[in-house]
Each structure stands twice: as C-alpha cells, then as structure tokens.
C-alpha cells in the first residue's frame, strides 16, 4: 500500500480548509516576473507570520517538476537525516507525490540520508511550503528531507550529495531551505543578528553562515538545512543570491520584545 503521509499542522500553521487555504494563497502571492533558480530559502512558521515573506519568494519562481525540500527536525524523531523515497503528502485539498527516481539518486549520493517516515510525521517545517508550491505548479514532484544534525562536516557531505543526485538525474530541480533565523530576542537584536546570517546567505558561504551562527548565538533552527543547500549550490556552480524580503513576527504582531525573523532567498 502506498504511504500517505497526513497533514500535521493543517488548521493551526496554515487553513485546514481547502477553499480557505486557496483564498489565502492568492493573498499571499503576488504580480511578479518569476524567473527559474538553483535554490530559494524560506520561512516555516504559521502563515500569518512567514507567510507573506514565502509568498514573496514563490512569486518569483518559475517552479520546475521537481524539488528537493530540507527542512529541520524540530521533533526530535527519526534519524540524523531523513528522506522519504516513496508515496505522497497530503495537505487540505490536495497532494504532492515523492519523485522516486531522484529519491533513490538521492540515496545514492548522499549515504547519511537514511529511509525514515517517523522524522517526517509531526514535522512541520516542509508541509506548510506544499500549498504553496502545489498551487503553482500542478504536476509537481518532491523529495522530503529533514536534517537534525548541524555541525559542517555532515552538512557538507549531505549538501555535495544532493547536488550529485541532481546532475545523477539530470533534470530542472528546485533546492528548497526551510528555515526561521533568530528567536526570541528584541526586534533590535534579531535585526543585528538576522543580517549577520542574511549577509553569510547572501555571499553562498556556508562557513561563514556557521560561524556567524556560533559566535553570535544565532537561534537559527534551520541551520542545517541551510548549509546543506549552501554547500550544495555551491558545487552546482550558483551565480549569486539575493533577499527578496526580511521581516519578524513583531512586524506582524507588533510585540518586539520577543520576534522570530524570516527571510526568503533566491540563488540562482
């Protein structure tokens, strides 16, 4: 029996209504050139926060068939790094299949991924980006991967394996990021240190991005994802990045003692 991999967070991240869900899409999208790209970086948290900054971002793409979605583990399940080769995800109103084909690549050329349905079951950093992408393109296929581990060396070698798997398939794939930067703090501080990690983004250098993270107590959760990516287009031959839009939840809520901040990036 083919697995169906169940919306988690559907009616608290983002509508769990599919003609609401819709309805918010189209808000949050907006008129603008779309462009293909190597890699984006986006946001993960409940859509009235993030979701205008990764709307921004998918406004721009001109989605390929096929994605490579990382993410953080944020539950703690599962293995140090998790792909799901096989079945669907379902979200209200509609489904996205794994690529099977570029799974297995992706087995091959990167051996810390290992087959783990349980990393991905109550994660919630890839499912909030399916909406958007199924909505923009409709014969989409995908690759689940969650990240747990940090430190570079691992995220290195998962990054130069997914860009094996790539050119190994050889065909037109979005690297997705999924990633929140600083938690928690001020609006003053996150800004500081929300461009320190903008900046290492912005120049495709994973070892800067680390360093930014470590020496300046950078709350990142997606900081794995993020160097995997890095290392990832850096070996795919990426020509440049640039910030579609910065802002944090105070932006929203108006509360800037204590803001979450979300950037979305384009590298192509």
């Not at 769990?16 to 907006?30: I, K, N, S, T, Y």
């Not at 703690?76 to 690529?99: D, F, H, K, N």
């Not at 297995?104 to 958007?132: G, K, S, T, Y």
């Not at 495709?204 to 990516?229: K, Y």
């Amino acid at each position: 029996m083919e697995r169906v991999r169940q919306p988690a967070v559907a009616g608290s991240f983002y509508p769990d209504e599919p003609e609401r869900l819709r309805a918010q899409l189209r808000r949050l999208l907006e008129e603008a050139p779309r462009a293909p790209a190597l890699a984006a970086v986006v946001p993960h948290a409940g859509w009235i926060y993030s979701g205008p900054v990764a709307g921004a971002v998918y406004s721009r793409l001109e989605l390929p068939a096929l994605a490579i979605l990382l993410g953080p583990n944020h539950t703690g399940l599962g293995a140090a790094a998790s792909i799901m080769s096989a079945g669907r995800w379902r979200y209200p109103g509609g489904e996205v299949p794994i690529a099977g084909r570029l799974a297995e690549a992706l087995r091959r050329e990167a051996p810390h991924l290992q087959e783990d349905p349980l990393a991905h079951l109550q994660e919630h950093a890839l499912e909030v980006q399916l909406p958007f992408l199924h909505h923009l393109r409709a014969d989409l296929e995908m690759v689940p991967i969650t990240l747990m581990r940090t430190d570079l060396g691992f995220c290195r070698e998962v990054g130069e394996g997914v860009a094996r798997a790539v050119r190994a398939v050889g065909e037109p794939t979005l690297l997705l990021a999924s990633t929140d930067l600083n938690h928690y703090e001020s609006q003053e501080i996150s800004n500081r240190k929300d461009r320190l990690a903008i900046d290492a983004i912005l120049a495709l250098d994973p070892e800067r991005l680390d360093r930014a993270v470590q020496e300046h107590d950078i709350s990142m959760c997606g900081i794995a994802p993020t160097l995997a990516t890095l290392y990832a287009v850096r070996a795919l031959g990426a020509g440049g990045a640039r910030l579609i839009r910065y802002q944090t939840s105070g932006d929203v809520s108006g509360d800037f003692q204590r803001v979450v901040g979300y950037a979305g990036v384009i590298i192509t």
